[in-house]
């Protein structure tokens, strides 16, 4: 495989890679929002009888949802930075420039970064 092929793969795979982990990381924001809202509802319930082992497990929950939303931010940060690496790497190269991927890749960025 020439250069240029092998460059053109790692951007595939970077770009897939990040947009992967930016899905992730919203997905995980989004629970951590669902699940503060039911712990709210669960405590103001608590006056009602609400279950205090529903609020324990939902505040665990919560807890763990708060741990990978930082892990997933930063395997996201990691893998944005290894795509921008790629990315400057790429441009570089006048024969790439209005490829594809690397048209792409740029977009992955982008939309990461937001």
């Given at each position: 495989?020439?250069?240029?092929?092998?460059?053109?793969?790692?951007?595939?795979?970077?770009?897939?890679?990040?947009?992967?982990?930016?899905?992730?990381?919203?997905?995980?924001?989004?629970?951590?929002?669902?699940?503060?809202?039911?712990?709210?509802?669960?405590i103001a319930d608590n006056a009602n009888n609400a279950e205090e082992w529903?609020?324990?497990?939902?505040?665990?929950?919560?807890?763990?949802?708060?741990?990978?939303?930082?892990?997933?931010?930063?395997?996201?940060?990691?893998?944005?930075?290894?795509?921008?690496?790629?990315?400057?790497?790429?441009?570089?190269?006048?024969?790439?420039?209005?490829?594809?991927?690397?048209?792409?890749?740029q977009e992955a960025l982008e939309i990461v970064s937001v």
């Amino acid at each position: 495989m020439s250069d240029n092929a092998v460059l053109l793969k790692q951007l595939k795979i970077k770009s897939g890679s990040t947009l992967r982990l930016f899905k992730e990381h919203k997905l995980y924001q989004d629970e951590e929002v669902d699940l503060r809202r039911k712990l709210d509802k669960l405590i103001a319930d608590n006056a009602n009888n609400a279950e205090e082992w529903d609020i324990r497990n939902t505040r665990r929950m919560l807890e763990e949802s708060q741990k990978m939303i930082a892990d997933s931010a930063s395997r996201l940060g990691q893998a944005a930075q290894e795509l921008r690496e790629l990315l400057l790497s790429a441009e570089q190269d006048a024969a790439l420039a209005q490829d594809p991927e690397l048209l792409k890749a740029q977009e992955a960025l982008e939309i990461v970064s937001v």
